[in-house]
């Protein structure tokens, strides 16, 4: 009997997923990715890491919640040994879940009573400290999540906003446990166990703090976290020296869809236009996505030849669409995608966990393999079944001449 994969998770949203599926490749696992709710009887891929990436960050929790169990089981029946729920470095989320009610079902789904809650990502400068949440230099309730128009982090303390997601009780593990050693973590994981706490949020500021943390908690089967504690957790299991080879991309045109509103995905922008075609959509002057999408793709069909092209709907508080628009934006994103391969283009780059989420359905992609990282975090995947890359890159992440290095790749 061939064994199943070492890890099977579960990401609320599409470029989470990426960003997860890289750090399991960065710790030598062989990870394959598959976008949506797989279908029970769906065969899985052979590989060490199995993600699943769905939508449901930001879906009521009455949603997410059957969603999350129904992958958790699939993943099961594929043979998946632990279970990570991934979620955003950011940890975003609102006073109604869905990362408490969420892991608090696939809990009780395992008949586990205790997980660790650890979204830092050193690499990408998430850190925890005393319970607190830093973005950079910064705390997460000062930075530009303060100001996300569909989970606005005000609060910094993640101790206290899981607890207003979760009728459980929930610990703080502090640096100094972490830095006293993975049997000093298991052992403060044993006594708060024993002491009925359920979430353990843990302090950590480096990927070593990470390692200890997996370590200790090699015997939980079930993680909760972002990307760094991923890959600390693959390189525990017992991931090769060295990441698997690269994935060739297919030659072609790339058209870069920006969708995101974060400060950084409106720097990545700015830094394009000045060096590649741009369009910018205008859901004021044409509100519905048919319009949009038409507009968009007269606009990239009169660019020619052009070898990349910038469409973006990014803006600025002060510009930014009604949320009711929001739908007729992303759609119009996954129609403008479809012309463009349709049209000849082999990569599409895309900003935006949302814009992502749309494009991957329009476009039908089905399970992908994992390839290099143009930005740690931002990896290129590529279909299994056609010649088509996707590089899906959630709004703060990458440097901001990520999307013209992208056009050049």
């Not at 408490?100 to 650890?118: F, H, I, M, Q, W």
């Not at 359920?198 to 990927?207: G, N, P």
Request: hydrophobic share 50%; with cysteine.
């Amino acid at each position: 009997m061939v064994a199943g994969p070492a890890f099977g998770c579960i990401a609320d949203d599409y470029t989470g997923a990426t960003d997860v599926a890289a750090a399991f490749r960065r710790g030598g696992l062989r990870t394959v990715l598959v976008f949506g709710q797989p279908a029970p009887d769906q065969a899985a891929p052979d590989c060490d890491a199995l993600v699943v990436a769905l939508k449901s960050r930001t879906a009521p929790a009455a949603d997410a919640v059957p969603w999350s169990l129904a992958v958790r089981r699939w993943l099961a029946d594929a043979g998946a040994r632990r279970f990570y729920f991934k979620y955003c470095s950011t940890f975003d989320s609102t006073d109604a879940g869905n990362i408490g009610p969420v892991t608090d079902a696939l809990l009780d789904d395992l008949g586990s009573d205790l997980t660790l809650v650890c979204p830092a990502t050193p690499m990408q400068g998430r850190t925890i400290y005393q319970g607190h949440l830093f973005v950079g230099d910064r705390l997460l309730s000062e930075s530009s999540m303060r100001h996300h128009p569909l989970t606005p982090m005000t609060d910094s303390d993640l101790v206290a906003v899981l607890g207003r997601q979760t009728p459980h009780r929930v610990a703080l593990l502090a640096l100094d446990v972490v830095h006293d050693g993975a049997d000093a973590v298991a052992a403060e994981l044993q006594r708060l166990g024993a002491e009925e706490l359920r979430h353990v949020v843990c302090d950590a500021i480096t990927h070593d703090d990470l390692v200890v943390l997996a370590r200790a908690s090699a015997a939980l089967p079930l993680l909760t976290g972002a990307a760094g504690l991923a890959e600390a957790a693959a390189v525990v299991e017992g991931g090769a020296a060295q990441v698997a080879p690269d994935v060739p991309l297919p030659r072609g045109r790339t058209v870069i869809l920006a969708g995101s509103c974060s400060a950084r995905t409106m720097e990545q922008v700015a830094a394009a236009r000045s060096v590649m075609p741009s369009f910018r959509l205008d859901p004021a002057a044409l509100p519905t996505a048919a319009g949009m999408a038409e507009a968009a793709t007269t606009w990239l069909d009169a660019q020619g030849a052009a070898p990349v092209a910038l469409i973006s709907s990014s803006a600025t508080a002060a510009e930014r669409a009604p949320a009711e628009v929001a739908d007729e934006i992303e759609q119009a994103m996954g129609r403008i995608a479809c012309h463009a391969v349709a049209s000849g283009a082999t990569r599409i780059v895309v900003a935006g966990g949302e814009t992502s989420g749309a494009v991957v359905e329009a476009l039908g992609i089905g399970p992908v393999a994992v390839g290099a990282e143009e930005d740690p975090g931002v990896p290129w995947i590529v279909a299994v079944n056609r010649p088509l890359a996707l590089l899906l890159k959630s709004g703060n992440f990458g440097s901001v001449d990520l999307f013209a290095r992208a056009g050049a790749a």
